[in-house]
């Protein structure tokens, strides 16, 4: 069945530091998306990053980077550096490609709550 | 260029009340997708629709209904609301003839619905 796991409900970080969020994944589909997405208190979702189950290579966008394991089935998010605005809930999610196409459907794990600290 | 925008932002309703939210998508989009995150959960999907139809459909009963209009913005209607109704609605929007798997969302704020 298709899920996603965060294990960590919260994590501490000092401001500069960088910290590694969890994320494992369960699918059948051999192509399928991964993406983090950050919500502040605002509530809107923010896409973070994206890595696909054929890229070769780890998806690195500014201080953001995925650490992809294909065969442990995690896509843990990288935040080098951290700072004060990076405190929010960060979500992993997925989305398989599914017959007739990629599906609209994206699957979220339960979230991590981030916080920094000066 | 407006992102998604959603209406209203706070609600309260009492049980056995009905509601309806209001997504407008980002522009050049035509395919948008409703979520609900209860309390300390991850969003969970509850339908999409493109040219007016619903397209997929999630786990949830008949009392969640959409429609979507020709201008592509949205509407989610819940009958009959129960406590466990209480949640942030999001809309999320995105163009359908972007098929590839990263393509990703354009989220709104959501609507925060409180049922008494």
């Known amino acids: 069945a298709q899920k996603i796991t965060q294990t960590q409900p919260g994590m501490f970080v000092q401001e500069k530091e960088a910290v590694t969020l969890d994320c494992t994944y369960d699918?059948?589909?051999?192509?399928?998306?991964l993406f983090w997405y950050k919500q502040p208190s605002s509530g809107e979702m923010i896409f973070l990053i994206y890595?696909?189950?054929?890229?070769?290579q780890n998806a690195t966008e500014g201080r953001y980077s995925l650490n992809f394991q294909k065969a442990r089935k995690s896509a843990n998010l990288v935040i080098s550096a951290s700072q004060l605005g990076d405190s929010a809930m960060y979500f992993c999610?997925?989305?398989?490609?599914?017959?007739?196409?990629?599906?609209?459907?994206?699957?979220f794990g339960t979230g991590t709550l981030l916080a920094v600290q000066p | 260029d407006a992102g998604v925008t959603q209406s209203p932002t706070h609600l309260i309703k009492t049980r056995g009340q009905q509601v309806t939210l209001r997504c407008s998508p980002k522009?050049?989009?035509?395919?948008v997708s409703w979520y609900q995150q209860a309390l300390g959960q991850g969003p969970q999907f509850i339908f999409q629709?493109?040219?007016?139809?619903?397209?997929q459909r999630g786990n949830f009963p008949d009392r969640f209904s959409g429609h979507q209009f020709p201008n592509y913005s949205s509407e989610l209607n819940v009958n009959a609301l129960l406590l466990g109704d209480s949640a942030l609605y999001l809309c999320?929007?995105?163009?359908?003839?972007?098929?590839?798997?990263?393509?990703?969302?354009?989220f709104g704020s959501g609507t925060r619905l409180t049922v008494v």
């Open positions: 999320a929007s995105r163009a359908w003839g972007t098929p590839e798997l990263g393509v990703g969302y354009t």
């Open positions: 699918t059948s589909d051999p192509s399928y998306g």
């Open positions: 890595q696909g189950s054929y890229d070769q």
């Open positions: 999610a997925m989305r398989e490609e599914g017959y007739g196409g990629a599906t609209n459907k994206l699957i």
């Open positions: 522009s050049g989009h035509d395919t």
């Open positions: 629709y493109y040219e007016e139809e619903e397209r």
